[in-house]
Every structure is written in structure tokens, then in C-alpha cells.
């Protein structure tokens, strides 16, 4: 009797350790000991450090004065864990990066249908800059992850001021990678001076009825968001708040509801890399947002946020080292959403 009451015990007590051992750990489990982490890093980054192809991006002139050999990766789980491997506190121009978390900002403010109605969540299979696409589909501004729409995005934040409306922005950067940052003023006033095409697109749309504020207003705030100066940790712990369900994994703090990531999430598929959002989706399985200064982020939701940095830049404006090293963690640690 008391022999089968102890084995009953036993065999329970199993079988509850088993079940919380697979309740922990989600369908496409990733491996995230900190050794397996650390050791995939080193080994991406060993692995792309001797790629050259690509180049700076040289329309913004500053830009194109980066050290192009420059290259970081980060990685950051919800529960707060950071890793970093290469040239992970040089700080670079977030770039394009900062769209998706101007989107999240829009759609946490004024909710998923302001988003679907006044910008849209469509892919334009263009150009980040293409002015192609607002002539050319009907709904002028398609998605918030192209300058297009990004502008729009901007345009749309309710503020009193420019100056206010510039808080709002550079503050949801920062509750995002939970720490101050600040714009960089070389490379800010290098895109100033060569924006001619930003300022056309912001024109075309507000003829359109598309942009929601100022033009040269909203063209200023825009090329100074796309300034702030972030190192791949920053970037890495703002794709874990994404991965974390939108809770900052350092600092704990609540960035954007929970129920809004998963919209921000998908149109980072849809448009994150331009017009290479698809080839990446296929052969990555993240969510994920590039820039121009070298810097890319990829979520895996619930699992782990991580960035990349290098400068140099394939044809769709972005990084081909950034694009290699995610790919490989991603194979190695696990974390496809389709999978
Ligand atoms: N500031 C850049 C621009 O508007 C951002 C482009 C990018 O990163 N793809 O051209």
C-alpha cells in the first residue's frame, strides 16, 4: 500500500515535471542557453566578417563615410538576457529601423483601423523611395515601413507643437531600447541637405490628401528620426520588447499593449526589407526592419529580439552581412515562425 502510494507519487511527480518542461518551452522552441547563444553569435560573426560585397549607402553622403568593415550582432530574450559579439557599441544612424516603431506608436495611439485607413499595411514590391508606387497604386501611401508611408506615420502623431510631436518620437524610441538617444548631427544634417526626393514624395502625398500635417514640417521630423544615433544592443533589446509582447525586457516596462504587436509584427513581414521583404521571409521566417545606415532587426516573438550592423548594402538598401549573420542565427538557434 504504501509502496504503490510512493510510486503513485513518483510517477505524478514525473509526469508534472514533464509537463511543465514542455509548457515552458513554446512549439518551435529555440535553444537559448546562454552557451548556445553565445557560441552561434561567435560563429555568425566569424562566419560574414570577411564578406565585402554590398556597399555604403551613398546618397546620404555622411553615410557613405562609415567604416564599412564595422559589424555587430546583438541579441536580447524576454527575460532581459543581452548578448553582443563584434563592434556592438558603435553607434550608427537607426535609419529606416525607426518606422517600425513609429508604426507601433501610430497604432497604439490611434488604433488598427487609423492604421489600415489612413496609411495601409499593403506591400509596394518597390523601392523604399519610390514614387512609382504612390502614382501608381490607388491608395497612395501603402504601407508605414516605406518613406511614404513612414511620413504619413509621422504626420499622423497628434501633437500641439513640432517640438512636442519630435518628444513623442524620440521618446518611443527610447522606451523602446530603454535608454536616452540621441540624434546624430552629422548625419542629420547631411540627409537635410540632400532630401530633395523625401521632400517630393511628402508633397506628392499631401496632394493626395495622404500626409496628415506640415510638409516641410513633417519632412524635417522625419529625416531627424531617421538620425538617432543606436548601437546594434540598443536594437537589439527594442526587437526583444517586440519579442517580449511589447514589454521592454530590460528596464520591465509596458512599451505598447500586447494585442498591438502581433499588427506591427505583420507589416514588418510584409515590408520590412522593401522589396526583398519576401526572399527574407522565405529563407528567414522573422518579422524584421532594415535601414540604410547597416542596421537590421528580426523578432522572433516570444523567444528572442536580435540585430545586426554592418554598412555595406546589397541592391534593396540592405546590409549583406546583417542579412547573413541574422540568417544563420536564426537556422542555428531556431525561432522560424513557420516552423
Ligand atoms: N532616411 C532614409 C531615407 O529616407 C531612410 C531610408 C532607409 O533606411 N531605407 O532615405
Not at 530574450?77 to 508604426?103: C, E, H, L, M
Not at 497604432?107 to 501608381?136: C, H, K, R
Not at 540632400?194 to 500626409?211: F, V
Request: charged content about 20%; hydrophobic content about 45%.
Amino acid at each position: 500500500m504504501i509502496m504503490s502510494t510512493m510510486l503513485h507519487r513518483a510517477t505524478a511527480f514525473a509526469a508534472l515535471l514533464l509537463s511543465a518542461f514542455y509548457l515552458a518551452l513554446p512549439a518551435t522552441a529555440a535553444d537559448l542557453s546562454p552557451e548556445k547563444i553565445e557560441k552561434v553569435l561567435a560563429e555568425a560573426h566569424k562566419a560574414f566578417k570577411g564578406v565585402k560585397d554590398g556597399a555604403n549607402a551613398d546618397y546620404i553622403p555622411a553615410l557613405d563615410e562609415v567604416d564599412p568593415e564595422l559589424f555587430g550582432i546583438s541579441l536580447v530574450t524576454p527575460d532581459g538576457r543581452v548578448y553582443n559579439v563584434g563592434d556592438s557599441k558603435y553607434t550608427f544612424s537607426i535609419q529606416s529601423i525607426s518606422k517600425a516603431f513609429i508604426a507601433a506608436r501610430v497604432i497604439q495611439d490611434q488604433g488598427t483601423e487609423a492604421m489600415l485607413e489612413q496609411i495601409g499595411v499593403d506591400a509596394t514590391g518597390q523601392p523604399f523611395n519610390s514614387i512609382e508606387a504612390i502614382e501608381s497604386i490607388e491608395e497612395r501611401s501603402v504601407n508605414p515601413l516605406v518613406n511614404a508611408g513612414a511620413m504619413a506615420a509621422v504626420s499622423m502623431i497628434k501633437a500641439d507643437s513640432p517640438e512636442e510631436k519630435w518628444a513623442q518620437i524620440q521618446g518611443t524610441l527610447e522606451s523602446f531600447a530603454g535608454r536616452e538617444l540621441t540624434v546624430m548631427d552629422d548625419i542629420y544634417a547631411s540627409e537635410a541637405a540632400t532630401n530633395d526626393r523625401n521632400q517630393a514624395i511628402a508633397k506628392l502625398l499631401d496632394a493626395y490628401g495622404r500626409l496628415y500635417d506640415d510638409v516641410p514640417v513633417t519632412v524635417d521630423l522625419y529625416t531627424r528620426q531617421c538620425s538617432v544615433g543606436v548601437t546594434s544592443h540598443d536594437l537589439a533589446v527594442m526587437a526583444g520588447t517586440l519579442a517580449a509582447g511589447g514589454r521592454n525586457p530590460v528596464t520591465g516596462d509596458q512599451v505598447i499593449d500586447e494585442d498591438k504587436v502581433p499588427e506591427v509584427l505583420a507589416v514588418m513581414a510584409t515590408a520590412g526589407l522593401y522589396d526583398d521583404s519576401g526572399i527574407w521571409l522565405y529563407n528567414v521566417g522573422l518579422p524584421a526592419k532594415s535601414g540604410v545606415g547597416g542596421g537590421i532587426v528580426a523578432v522572433a516573438p516570444g523567444e528572442y529580439g536580435i540585430a545586426a550592423f554592418s554598412p555595406r548594402l546589397d541592391a534593396a538598401g540592405n546590409s549583406v552581412r546583417a542579412q547573413l549573420a541574422i540568417e544563420y542565427v536564426v537556422e542555428n538557434l531556431g525561432g522560424n515562425v513557420f516552423e
